[in-house]
C-alpha cells in the first residue's frame, strides 16, 4: 500500500465528538442506515462474520445475539476496539486493530462480510472488493452500507440552497462523475473520503466477481416523517446506500 | 393498462423541435449516450434484436449493419415511423407502432432488447422489464439507456444555482427519493417523465431476474472538453445512465 490510511478515529476531538453523535437517539444512522444494513443479512445461525470498521463492537454483538459462530470485528482505531473489548465483548468474537486496507493478511474465510459507514475512508476500492472476494466463501455474502454518492461528491461551497426562512430547497451537487478524495469537516479538519459515482461502485464489485442482489437508499416513512421532521432532507437527498453483494464462483 | 401512455412525438410544435435537436451535431447523444450504449451491445452478428422507441430508425439500421439478420423497432409514433420507412428501410427490419407497454403482444423472442433514452416516459417500469425478460431468449441482453437519476428527480424552481457570470456552480437535486412522475417542459407543455432512484431501477431488474453486467454514467474527457467545453456541466450531474443486463434463468 503506497497511500496513508486515515485513522481519525483516535483523534481525541473526533473521538469526543463522535461518541456523542453516537449516544443520540432517533439519529440517521439508528433510524435508518442500521435497520436497511440488517435486513441485508442472510440468517446468521452457525455462521462466520466479519465486520469491517466494526468501532464499538455494537453490531459484532448483535451478530453473535443472531446466532454467529465466529465474529471477527477490524478496526483501524485502537481507542475504539478497546472500548469494544470492555462493551461487548464475548467468547465468539475477535477483535483486530488493523487497517482494512491490510485484511488481505486474514488467513481465514467467512460467510458474510459486513461494513457499516466505512468504505468512503477507504482510496482504493477495487482492492477492498478484491480482498473481501478472497476472504468470503463461495456464495458467501457482502453487505454494506457507506455514505450515498449524492453525499461524498460534495465538494466546496453550501451543501443546501435554501429559501429565506433556511427550509432546505435543494441539495447542491457538485463534481458527481468525478471520483476521487474530498476533504470536510466532521469534528476535525480534513477528513479524507473518496467518492465514487453508483456506476463505479456497482461496476467495481461485478468486476471482482459478485453478483449484485440489492441497493438500498433509505429514506423516512411518512411515519417517521412525523416523528422525525428533522430527517425530511432525506427526501431531497438521501444519506446511505446499501448494497448486497454475493459471491458467485466461475461464469454464472 | 390503465394509464395514459405518452406520445409526444406525433404533437407537430414538440416533433419539429426534436427534429432540429436531432440534426445538431456535438449534441450529448451522439457524444456520449450512443457510444455508451453502443459499448454495452454483444456482437449482433445473426442476432435478432428489439429496439423500444426506436423513432426514426438510425439505430435498427446500425444493428443490421452490424449483422443483425432480423430487427424490431418499436415506437408509439407513426410520424416517426414514417420517417423510418423512408430513410432507414431494410428488408432484416420491421417496425412496429404500438406503445411500449404493449410489446406483451409480440409473439417471437429476442436475442437483444435495446432501447435509447425511452425508459424515462414509461410509468410502470416493472411490468416493462417483466415483458422485455419474457421476450428475450435465455442469456439475452437488455441494454438501454435512460435520463439519469439526477436529472429526472428534478421538480420544480432552478435546475441549476449559478454564479454572477452565469456559470454553472450546483445542480439543483429535489425529491430524489421520490420516485414518480414529474411534468417538464421539452419543446412542448407537459410532458411526463417518471423518475426513479438508482436503487430502484436496479432493483427491479434484479426483481425481474435480470442479472446486472454494467452502469455507464458518461461523462465527457478532457479531450471532449477542449472541443465541447458546453458539456462541462456533465461533470457535475450526468445526464445519461446506461445499463447491461442479462437474462439469467432459474437459480444463479
Not at 473526533?14 to 440468517?43: H, M, Q, W
Not at 459484532?60 to 443472531?66: K, T
Not at 433556511?166 to 458527481?176: E, H, M
Request: proline residues 4%; glycine residues 6%; aromatic residues 12%.
Amino acid at each position: 500500500m503506497f497511500f496513508m490510511k486515515q485513522n481519525i478515529y483516535d483523534n481525541d476531538t473526533f473521538f469526543n465528538g463522535y461518541s456523542k453523535l453516537r449516544e443520540n437517539d432517533g439519529s440517521a444512522n439508528d433510524l435508518f442506515e442500521k435497520p436497511a444494513l440488517f435486513s441485508l443479512l442472510p440468517s446468521l445461525e452457525n455462521k462466520t462474520v466479519l465486520d469491517l470498521g466494526c468501532g464499538y463492537g455494537e453490531h459484532c454483538i448483535h451478530y453473535v445475539e443472531e446466532g454467529a459462530k465466529r465474529v471477527v470485528g477490524v478496526d483501524i482505531s485502537k481507542k475504539m476496539l478497546d472500548v469494544a473489548e470492555t462493551e461487548n465483548s464475548h467468547p465468539n468474537i475477535t477483535y483486530l486493530n488493523i487497517p482494512m486496507e491490510d485484511i488481505g493478511g486474514i488467513r481465514e474465510s467467512f460467510d458474510v462480510v459486513v461494513s457499516s459507514l466505512a468504505f468512503h475512508y477507504v482510496k482504493d476500492f477495487e482492492a477492498l472488493v478484491a480482498d473481501i472476494y478472497r476472504l468470503l466463501n463461495d456464495k458467501g455474502v457482502l453487505a454494506f452500507s457507506q455514505e450515498n454518492p449524492l453525499s461524498t461528491c460534495f465538494t466546496t461551497g453550501n451543501r443546501w440552497t435554501k429559501d429565506d426562512n433556511g427550509n432546505k430547497l435543494f441539495a447542491n451537487i457538485s463534481n458527481y462523475s468525478v471520483d476521487g478524495e474530498r476533504e470536510s469537516t466532521w469534528f476535525v479538519d480534513n477528513v479524507k473520503k473518496y467518492h465514487r459515482t453508483f456506476s463505479s461502485i456497482i461496476n467495481s464489485l461485478i468486476d471482482a466477481g459478485f453478483r449484485i442482489d440489492r441497493l438500498i437508499e433509505p429514506y423516512p416513512s411518512p411515519e417517521i416523517l412525523k416523528k422525525h421532521p428533522e430527517h425530511e432532507d432525506l427526501l431531497h437527498k438521501p444519506d446511505f446506500l446499501l448494497v448486497k453483494a454475493t459471491k458467485v464462483s466461475g461464469k454464472f
